[in-house]
């Protein structure tokens, strides 16, 4: 009860210090499944450009595998800081429960279709005859461990909403420590190549998700998971999925998106632009999870209080969560535009690949500083349980605006490959001012209501 009640007294700087600074090296080691994955076979010899191009294509994959993570992990943590804060616990463990069997039957789902279809799959998301083997190597294993990908990943979120940021942190930074030491044992020590890193990483999927159920039954708990709660109840079904389809929509999108611009990247830069663009990803990746880390940490904060209807709390953790990610943005920014070949080397050495990659993250990353306003106002409008307006904005920036900038930019004049790279600062551009007006207008009713 005592991690509930903070919630709606403690100072909100010292909240969301204590909630989103381990929600942070949550994503950032969340990542680093993926990042680490990427360096090591970026680096396998003879090998290195084109299998870091496979690795590409399955990102639209591996997308998918995250958005329905989010759609159960992010519905359910935010459902249970809004019952908790009405002081409906009952209601937050059935939520819990519930998302143990969603987790286990999606995953289950993602496995199967996925490895029926998965050489048409690759191919429709822009792999080459020479950049198949590759992908089909890497995804296939990956999708044998989708249950325990969206068991670990969904239920860690939970663990937040429970009041232990911590715990949750320490059982990501396990897998991916676990992670690391297994790709470099099997990629080069065995000798298994992309096939060692996927093995590495469903391995350190499976400690994850073990530590994560022995956290919910090993009684350290606040909320409980019960047996009786992991009957599904169509009721609590859409309350998770009404909040989390905000998430997993804009993680459906970028999938979307990711094939979209795939296609593009082959079309006007061939298979190594897809390369490039998996590299450039992978950097700002680095400066986005903590943002997203920051928007995990504040969604039990502003849940709560939005639920007790303390809505000057509201508004103080969101203001402060928006000028920690500025921050964040502007030196990320500021970073890549002085030294980006030695973040690139650590990647791949080959010039070719580097000189595209060079030229495509100076370009990409041009909207970094402010797009912090676009992601945590989504979030924000997402976390007092305003779905479908959270929805729109995910959609605005990630496919109503980037996807047609795609199609069309690279077309403009001589652009070509210059038109990708640009799509993704026009579509920041226009989505953080929209997101900025609508922002703006919740926080100023706070006013009336008060």
């Not at 239920?155 to 470099?184: E, F, Q, Y």
């Not at 599904?232 to 459906?252: E, R």
């Not at 998996?278 to 502003?302: E, K």
């Not at 640009?422 to 703006?440: E, H, M, Y």
Request: proline share 3%.
């Amino acid at each position: 009860m005592m991690g509930e009640q903070i919630l709606g007294t403690e100072r909100i700087r010292n909240l969301l210090i204590k909630y989103s600074i381990p929600a942070i090296i949550g994503m950032l080691v969340n990542s680093l499944y993926n990042i680490v994955d990427r360096i090591f076979i970026g680096n396998i010899e003879g090998v290195g450009p084109l299998a870091i191009t496979g690795l590409g294509i399955t990102l639209p994959i591996m997308t998918v595998i995250l958005a329905f993570g989010m759609l159960v992990g992010i519905g359910t943590t935010t459902n249970i800081s809004i019952r908790l804060g009405e002081g409906r616990r009952d209601l937050a463990e059935k939520l819990i429960g519930n998302a143990v069997t969603l987790a286990v039957i999606i995953g289950f789902l993602i496995m199967v279709i996925g490895l029926i279809f998965i050489d048409k799959i690759l191919v429709i998301f822009g792999a080459s005859e020479t950049t198949l083997i590759y992908a089909k190597a890497y995804i296939r294993i990956i999708l044998l461990g989708a249950i325990p990908n969206m068991l670990s990943f969904s239920l860690n979120h939970s663990i937040r909403g429970d009041g232990s940021p911590k715990t949750s942190a320490g059982i990501m930074i396990a897998g991916c420590l676990t992670n690391i030491v297994l790709d470099a044992l099997l990629i080069f020590g065995l000798g298994m190549g992309i096939e060692g890193a996927a093995i590495a990483t469903v391995i350190s999927q499976c400690l994850t998700m073990v530590l994560t159920l022995k956290y919910y039954l090993g009684g350290k708990s606040n909320l409980k998971l019960k047996k009786e709660n992991l009957k599904l109840n169509p009721k609590f079904v859409k309350m998770v999925f009404a909040i989390g389809v905000s998430p997993f929509a804009m993680q459906l999108a970028a999938s979307m998106v990711q094939v979209i611009s795939n296609n593009s990247l082959k079309m006007y830069g061939g298979d190594l632009a897809i390369g490039a663009m998996t590299t450039i990803n992978s950097i700002s990746m680095l400066f986005l999870m903590p943002i997203f880390g920051i928007n995990q940490g504040s969604q039990p904060i502003i849940g709560f209080n939005y639920g007790a209807e303390k809505y000057d709390r509201v508004r103080k953790t969101y203001i402060a969560s928006l000028g920690a990610a500025t921050i964040i943005l502007v030196i990320g920014r500021a970073v890549i535009m002085i030294c980006p070949e030695p973040i690139i080397a650590v990647f791949n050495r080959d010039k070719e690949l580097m000189d595209i990659t060079v030229h495509g993250i100076r370009l990409q990353l041009m909207m970094m500083p402010i797009v912090g306003l676009s992601i945590t106002g989504t979030n924000f409008i997402q976390s007092i349980g305003k779905a479908k307006k959270a929805m729109v904005l995910s959609l605005l920036r990630q496919v109503i605006l980037l996807v047609p900038a795609i199609l069309i930019l690279p077309r403009i004049g001589n652009l070509a490959l210059t038109g990708v790279w640009i799509a993704q600062p026009f579509s920041d551009l226009i989505s953080t001012v929209i997101t900025g007006v609508i922002v703006f207008r919740e926080i100023k009713s706070y006013k009336n209501i008060a």
